[in-house]
C-alpha cells in the first residue's frame, strides 16, 4: 500500500473558525481535514492529518516523516517565519514538500514575509484559504505519478 502524504499544521491552527476570521475565514481545522481528505480520496492518496502548537514535536513527526510517508504538505503557522528547527527537519526528510498557508502572507506584516520552510519546499501556496490543501494534493498527485 502506498505510503500517506503527511499534512502537518503547526501552532494555533487548532483555534481555526474561532481565530481571526477576517484572516482565516470560518473553517475549523477539521472541516480543513475533511476537504483534505475527500481530495485525497478523488486523487487516490492518503493523509494523515495532524496538529501540534509544539515546535518539537512537528520535528518528531516530520523526521518519521522519512520513513513513513511520501510526501508533506506543512502550514507550519508562525513557526514558518522562525524555526530554523523545522527547516533543518525537511531539509533531512528529503521528501517533496509543499507549503501552505490560509492567508496571503505577502499582504500581511513583514516579519510574516520571510518563512524559513519555504527553503525546502516544491512550491508554497498561500492566500487562499483551506483550497490551498486542496491545490497542494493535486501538485502532489502529479509530482508523485511523474
Ligand atoms: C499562517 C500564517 C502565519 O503567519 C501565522 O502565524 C499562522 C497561520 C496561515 O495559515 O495563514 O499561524 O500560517
Not at 481571526?20 to 475527500?38: C, F, M, N, Q, T
Not at 524555526?83 to 533531512?92: E, G, N, P, R, Y
Request: with cysteine; net charge negative; proline share 3%.
Amino acid at each position: 500500500m502506498a505510503k500517506p502524504i503527511y499534512v502537518l499544521n503547526g501552532p494555533n491552527l487548532n483555534m481555526l473558525g474561532l481565530r481571526e476570521p477576517a484572516i482565516y475565514g470560518s473553517d475549523s481545522l477539521d472541516d480543513v481535514r475533511k476537504k483534505a481528505e475527500a481530495r485525497a480520496t478523488a486523487l487516490a492518496l492518503t493523509i494523515d492529518f495532524r496538529q501540534s502548537n509544539n515546535e518539537g514535536e512537528l520535528v518528531s513527526w516530520i523526521q518519521e516523516a522519512r520513513d513513513k510517508a511520501q510526501a508533506i504538505i506543512l502550514n507550519a503557522g508562525a513557526y514558518s517565519h522562525t524555526s530554523i528547527a523545522v527547516l533543518d527537519a525537511l531539509q533531512a526528510a528529503e521528501l517533496p514538500v509543499i507549503e501552505v498557508h490560509l492567508s496571503n502572507i505577502f499582504r500581511r506584516e513583514p516579519y510574516r514575509q520571510h518563512s524559513y520552510v519555504s527553503q525546502a519546499a516544491k512550491g508554497v501556496i498561500c492566500g487562499l484559504g483551506a483550497k490551498g490543501y486542496e491545490l497542494a494534493l493535486e501538485a502532489l498527485a502529479d509530482l508523485l505519478a511523474s
